[in-house]
Every structure is written in structure tokens, then in C-alpha cells.
């Protein structure tokens, strides 16, 4: 059984009560819900959340919910917290509460390498970057794998350095540069395993909990999709998904 759990918290550093901001009169965590249950994959979603209002609204929208303690530190220890509850589940799906319109095709990307290869625990998606912006923003999490497409490192900063190119513009046409799309994939077992873990050195320098996994030698498996999401960390985020949803909605 394949579950997804969508963490909430309402108490988002940047944009305080994140999950229930309104693009075209639903709930952010709406939009994401019904995005996620697009997968083909998924057996199943679940909500996590650590705020009364979350899970009111939550319900209203006909979600299975969860509530979980609000001292969890990470979207990790919450969706954790729900896995240890879901026995028959044998993976597990973070998807990330501030991706409204994630398409399910990206979410069955990222689980296939689970289902091919037993040898993989955690998988996540990278895209390439194509633009000056996203490659110096630090809210854009930029990520470099080997040729297996194992993850090597994650860094808020442009990776790789590319020495020669004279500009930003010339790293991005020279170099396959990727962003990191935190959406994760993991085998309940390995998922558990993870958040009994301590915060490492560069996790804490990063403010980024995969490289936790990296610091304990916990394999990354790397998709790279031509699909595209959008990220909603601060109100200007905010103002471009409604953008974009009034978009979609022109089009149908």
C-alpha cells in the first residue's frame, strides 16, 4: 500500500497560516489535496496537521486528517507520526502542503523507482534550471547526484560551481544545474528510521533535513522531470499561484 501525507502547519514562519490561504475561494491544502489524489499510485492521502483550524477545514474539504502534536521540529517527525498509525502501508509519500497544483504524473515519478528497484529506500525530484533567478535564489534548493542519480549534495547555493562560465547566464547553458522539488518517497522502515536521527552539522547550516540523510550515508535516489510545480513560501508566492490557477481556469 502506497499512502500519501500531505504536513500542514499553520504556523508558517513567512506566511502565517499557510495551508489556509485562498487561490480562487479554496483553501491552499485544497488544491493540493485534490492535486495529489490525481496519482495513479497513491492507495490513498492523508493530511497531517497540528492546528485545529487546519483540521476543520480539512474535513470540510472531505479529507482523511490526522492531527499531530505541534512540538514536531520537521514535515518529517509529522508525517512519521501518521506512519506509525497506517500498518498496512509499506511506502510512504511526503508531499509538500505548499505545492497546490503538484501534478500527479510527478508524484508516480517519483515513486517508480521504489516499485522497480528494491534496492532504493528514498527517492525525490530535481529539475534542471533554466533561469538566472532560481539559480541564486536560497529559497530554491538546488541539488547535484552521480550517474546513478544519487544525490551527493543539496545546497541553498548555486551547485555546481561553474568555474569558466563569465556569467550566470553562460553556468546555466554550459551546466545541467537542478532544482530540488521536496517532494520524497521512502520505505516506512527507512522514513521511521530517519526522524530517530539527530539534526546534523550541515543540516543545521543548510536549514535543509535531507542532507540529516546524506550525513548518514541514507541513499538519495534523483528523478529528473520535465514537469513543473509551484512552491508557496511567502505572499508574493502566494500572488502568483492565483495568477496561475485564474489561468487554468481560463482555459477549460
Known amino acids: 500500500m502506497i499512502v500519501g501525507i500531505i504536513p500542514a502547519r499553520f504556523a508558517s514562519t513567512r506566511l502565517q497560516g499557510k495551508p489556509l490561504k485562498l487561490i480562487g475561494g479554496k483553501p491552499m491544502l485544497q488544491h493540493t489535496y485534490e492535486s495529489a489524489k490525481k496519482s495513479k499510485l497513491l492507495s490513498d492521502v492523508v493530511i497531517a496537521v497540528d492546528d485545529e483550524r487546519v483540521y476543520n477545514a480539512a474535513k470540510k474539504f472531505g479529507a482523511q486528517v490526522e492531527m499531530t502534536p505541534k ?144 550525513e548518514n550515508q541514507m541513499r538519495i535516489k534523483v528523478v529528473v522531470t520535465d514537469h513543473e510545480s509551484i512552491s508557496v513560501d511567502t505572499e508574493d508566492d502566494l500572488d502568483m499561484a492565483k495568477l496561475y490557477y485564474q489561468r487554468m481556469q481560463e482555459n477549460l
Not at 521536496?182 to 522502515?189: A, H, N, S
Not at 530517519?194 to 547550516?205: A, C, H, I, M, S
Open 71 to 214: 512540538d514536531l521540529e520537521t514535515g518529517s517527525d509529522r508525517i512519521a507520526y501518521v506512519a506509525k498509525k497506517l500498518f498496512t502501508a509499506e511506502i510512504i509519500v511526503n508531499i509538500q502542503g505548499d505545492e497546490p497544483f503538484i501534478p500527479g504524473k510527478m508524484i508516480d515519478e517519483a515513486i517508480e523507482p521504489l516499485l522497480f528497484d528494491k534496492t532504493v529506500s528514498v527517492s525525490t525530484l530535481a529539475k534542471r534550471i533554466t533561469t538566472v533567478d532560481e539559480l541564486n535564489s536560497p529559497n530554491i534548493v538546488k541539488v547535484v547526484f552521480d550517474y546513478n542519480n544519487y544525490a551527493l549534495y543539496f545546497s541553498r547555493s548555486p551547485i555546481p560551481y561553474v568555474r569558466e562560465a563569465i556569467s550566470d547566464k553562460q553556468k546555466i547553458r554550459v551546466a545541467d544545474i537542478y532544482k530540488h522539488i521536496g517532494l520524497y518517497v521512502y520505505r516506512k522502515d527507512k522514513l521511521l528510521e530517519f526522524t530517530t536521527l539527530k539534526q546534523t552539522d550541515l543540516e543545521k547550516f543548510e536549514k535543509l533535513e535531507q542532507l540529516r540523510m546524506l
